[in-house]
């Protein structure tokens, strides 16, 4: 039995799952295409907003770079594995705002066959694209992602294997379920984009989202008496901050006003519940 040589070991393949492409031309497509693809995306992206390549240039040296067509998980440590997707989750972040881009999109292919951001970053991938349910986009990623037996978000699986769109009345129903549960991992993601730019920016796509599916979700919760006080309980602490003078986004403060004169008129505003808002 021939015994492999160091010089003879084969690399794992690319992933052939992909945003952009089918199957065939995705297979058709080297890795150093997909560098040159990526480039190109940031360079448009340069073009739609200085700030956000500003930010983006500060992976030039590892997650971008040239020599990141050599990165296979198999071959790196536990800590390096936890920093490149946390490198990852913050350049999906960055991203979020902008995922009408034709830019990001090329980008996204690039960390999709290179990095498997769709696996190891799922939640962050889901959340960034969840204010663009209604386009093709949307429907594109919840392909390529494993949602089917998600704990939370398997109800996306049967509209992404059947190829269509969800509608806005179905998902602010699962937003809903069990005291809102998904919707606040959503606000969690939205929150965390205050830190990475504090006022009216083009990340308002998130907080006008956000804003939009709050009153939707309170709608919901009055027609199902059970999970009232768990859901507002839920809720409490986002519009709390979104109220706090250190916020500084209009559609965050006027979306929440209105969640709080919608609770009001409708009574759903529980002893607990006001002594929690007050502090």
Known sequence: M???????????????LSFLFDIKQ?????????????????????????SLFENLSAFSNDIFNEKSLEFYRGRETAEAIVEVNDKLTLIMKLLAPFLMETGAHKVIEFLIRVYEVHIHCKIAVLNAFLPYFETVFFLRMMQCLALEKDEFYYFLGPFAREGTSIDKKTLVRAFARNGALVFTKYSDFAFSLLELQATDSAANIHWKFFGSMLVEVLKVTTEDNKEN????????????RSLHKSTQVRELKIACLLAISQMACRKMLSVDYTKAFVQ
């Open 2 to 16: 021939k015994i492999a040589q160091r010089d003879e070991v084969v690399l794992p393949s690319r992933t052939k």
């Open 26 to 50: 995705a297979a058709n497509i080297d890795d150093q295409t997909l560098y040159y693809m990526c480039q190109s995306g940031l360079r448009q992206l340069q073009a739609v907003d200085e």
């Open 229 to 240: 006080q768990t859901a507002l309980m839920n809720i409490l602490p986002y519009i709390s």
